[in-house]
């Protein structure tokens, strides 16, 4: 069971390595210290993964959400609504599981071999409501917090996304004397925020995840309702708790198995003895 678990997650890092590269494939870029400007920037990319990164084929669906609603004029994009409504309303938060680069980092890293700690359920629980307030900030902070041309400020991008920090602020600044000799405080903030959150994934698994990403508040508001569903098949289910035991996200397996916490990355699937679980499109939402 220890080598076919082992076997499965190594293709899902696969595919999350495919993912990021797919997502990233302008390598030449992080030695010149220059970021793409071509078309496809125009397309949002369904993870996490900062528009500046010098690798960057696509744009980052929370940075373009809040650069329209920060926009001049204060419009909704369609666009960009109607992308993230769709990747939700097909995968929910498969994409975390799968796709999202920063997701895919933390996963390495906890995999190096240290003790992790256990954080008390009812912290646990609250801390996870996290995400959802950077949720709401990224949604409505750009539209408040103006300059004097009526610009709004991207809160999470500027201030929090460790992704953005790793991804393009490290590559540009190691590349750039110019950019290295302007760093200031700010970036130092968002370095220690950086450093919070690697450090944390080696002890908790993904805690950005759990605690701080919009991008998975998101989805995760739409597992319930996707099209690619997970199931549990009552008359197959012997109650063992093996599946619970093996989710690292907290999630009870058997009696919410959609729940929003869940990154559908098979663990529980896999553990089964009875191969009570089942996941896919089309499948039936009932547990």
């Known amino acids: 069971m220890y080598w076919y678990r082992l076997m499965k997650q190594g293709k899902r890092h696969l595919i999350q390595a495919l993912a990021t590269l797919l997502s990233n494939p302008h390598i030449p870029n992080f030695f010149t210290g220059s970021i793409y400007q071509g078309s496809t920037k125009r397309i949002c990319v369904p993870g996490l993964n900062c528009y500046s990164c010098p690798g960057a084929a696509g ?44 997701g895919f980092v933390q996963d390495l890293l906890h995999k190096i071999r240290t003790p992790k700690p256990t954080i008390p359920r009812r912290l646990d629980q609250t801390l996870r409501w996290g995400k959802y307030a950077a949720l709401a900030a990224v949604l409505i902070l750009p539209a408040v917090l103006t300059d004097a041309f009526g610009i709004g400020d991207p809160v999470f991008c500027k201030y929090i996304c460790p992704a953005g920090t790793l991804q393009g602020g490290i590559p540009l600044l190691l590349a750039n004397e110019s950019l290295r000799s302007a760093a200031g405080f700010l970036f130092s903030w968002k370095m220690g925020i950086l450093v919070l959150v690697l450090v944390g994934s080696v002890l908790l698994y993904r805690p950005f995840c759990k605690y701080l990403c919009p991008l998975g508040a998101f989805y995760g508001l739409l597992n319930r309702f996707s099209a690619y569903q997970m199931r549990v098949d009552e008359h197959a289910c012997v109650h063992c708790g093996k599946c619970e035991k093996a989710c690292k996200m907290g999630v009870n397996v058997v009696q919410n198995i959609n729940s929003a916490e869940c990154i559908r990355c098979g663990l529980c699937k896999e553990v089964c003895p009875t191969h009570a679980i089942v996941s896919g499109f089309g499948k039936s939402k009932k547990n």
């Open 59 to 102: 744009a980052c669906p929370i940075g373009s959400l809040q650069a329209v609603i920060g926009g001049r004029t204060k419009n909704v994009s369609y666009y960009v609504f109607g992308v993230l409504l769709l990747f939700g309303v097909l995968f929910g938060r498969l994409i975390c599981g799968f796709l999202c680069p920063f």
